[in-house]
């Protein structure tokens, strides 16, 4: 789905826009890149809360519980999306600044699964 839209950077741009108007209005997310946007885990979280609000409750999320943010946040992505464990929550920890290249294709991929489900609709050719 993601391929008809044009090349990679038409596909990345198309990406950001999607996660930056799916977590619009949530509380500590402010999405701009691929990288230091995801630290806290909180845009992870509010990306899956907007498609599976009964979840979890995103506003008692805190910005320094990275930890439990991120493992609640793949913890969702796969149990409600089906989505492959691409990420490791150590690794994430570990990591000052996510790397972009992880992120973007955590992303992708989460976003595949959404399709796949239906939950996201894609404009047909």
């Known amino acids: 789905h993601l391929r008809r839209a044009g090349g990679t950077a038409a596909v990345k741009t198309m990406l950001l826009e999607w996660c930056r108007a799916r977590t619009r209005g949530y509380q ?3 999405v701009q890149n691929f990288s ?3 630290d806290s885990g909180l845009a992870f979280c509010a990306l899956l809360h907007s498609f599976f609000p009964d979840a979890f409750d995103y506003s008692v999320l805190e910005p320094g519980a990275r930890r439990h943010n991120f493992t609640l946040a793949f913890t969702t992505a ?17 990591m000052p600044v996510p790397d ?19 939950l996201v609709r894609t404009k047909q050719r």
Do not use: I
Request: proline share 2%; net charge negative.
């Open 36 to 38: 230091r946007s995801w």
């Open 78 to 94: 796969e149990e409600r999306a089906g989505c492959a464990p691409l990420l490791e929550v150590e690794d994430m920890v570990r």
């Open 100 to 118: 972009a290249k992880c992120v973007y294709t955590y992303v992708q991929e989460l976003y595949r699964c959404l399709v796949a489900k239906g």
């Open 28 to 30: 500590h997310v402010d």
